[in-house]
């Protein structure tokens, strides 16, 4: 009876250790699938009508949706990597954990610009032409990427440059901190996160607060836009999740102690997952013009010549 037990208890252990990474990577996975065909259908919307390749406000809006596709695809890669291969090469994991940081980096820039849209809309139109015309748009989103990469490629040279050959040349479970581990990256990397935050939660609450004065008006688009704006803050308190996510870890390990993998299923997907699946809801739903375009191709319901197109927009 006793040994029948314990091999009982064993092979249950064995069960539970190995349908539980299973579970989560098929949800990591399903998720992942999921935003992106939302987020194709959103681009497919845009590039087929010509409304919305002149349009700032769309433009921006495309750039957060391509930038959180390829967001999403890289740290589902990254999350199903650690548990099948579990460590992969120093500098294999460099070439997905870069583009994977520039692009998380992107998601709250992104959004303090489409802000600072919206506020020159509502409480300067007669400049809004000039200030938010399509060559400027493409220029601030050049921008966004300069400034994500600053944040992160100074990590590689002093990777290079400090780290010894052995290490490179080694395995590693595949995150930021296990890469760039030197404790200038983690200075650096502190302060980068902070200017961001700094940074955009000033330009949300400077354009809320100008945008809420117009709104007083009875302004339609100015209620309009400022409700897009608590949207947008909304956003952005998601994404702030990641910068405070060392020391939520710290938290909830001391509080659950033997939940380790199960906190960082969790804080994936609230860090990770929730943000870029939140953003075509709440962005690309809204919009009426956009909405009605997103669900004819979502739905594949609507295969029409182009022309009929141009006839449609007019």
Not at 52 to 64: D, E, G, K, V
Not at 97 to 108: C, D, H, K, R, S
Not at 142 to 164: K, N, R, Y
């Amino acid at each position: 009876m006793n040994a029948s037990s314990a091999n009982l208890t064993v092979v249950l252990q064995y069960q539970d250790s190995f349908t539980k990474p299973v579970t989560e990577n098929v949800i990591v996975v399903v998720l992942g699938i999921s935003i992106n065909y939302i987020n194709a259908s959103l681009i497919h919307s845009f590039s087929k009508n010509q409304i919305f390749h002149t349009n700032p406000q769309y433009i921006l809006f495309f750039h957060l949706v391509v930038n959180n596709m390829i967001q999403v695809t890289l740290t589902v890669m990254l999350f199903v990597i650690c548990y099948i291969i579990y460590k992969i090469n120093v500098s294999v994991c460099c070439l997905l954990v870069v583009p994977a940081i520039m692009t998380t980096q992107n998601t709250p820039l992104n959004i303090a610009f489409m802000a600072a849209e919206c506020y020159i809309a509502v409480c300067i139109p007669l400049r809004y032409n000039n200030l938010c015309s399509v060559k400027r748009t493409y220029i601030v989103i050049g921008i966004m990427w300069t400034c994500s990469s600053f944040s992160v490629l100074p990590d590689v040279f002093i990777l290079f440059a400090i780290e010894p050959l052995e290490f490179i040349y080694s395995k590693v479970m595949c995150s930021r901190d296990a890469v760039f581990r030197s404790k200038y990256s983690l200075k650096k990397r502190d302060a980068s996160h902070m200017l961001f935050l700094v940074g955009v939660w000033l330009t949300l609450f400077y354009t809320y607060f100008r945008i809420l004065f117009v709104a007083k008006a009875a302004n339609t688009d100015a209620k309009k836009a400022r409700n897009t704006l608590l949207l947008h803050g909304f956003q952005v308190l998601l994404c702030m999740m990641v910068y405070v996510q060392p020391m939520l870890l710290h938290v909830l390990r001391y509080l659950f102690p033997g939940s380790l993998s199960a906190i960082y299923f969790v804080l994936f997907i609230i860090n990770q997952i929730l943000p870029r699946l939140v953003s075509p809801i709440v962005y690309g739903l809204r919009d009426k013009t956009f909405r009605k375009y997103f669900k004819m191709y979502l739905l594949c319901t609507m295969n029409v010549h182009p022309k009929t197109t141009v006839m449609m927009l007019t």
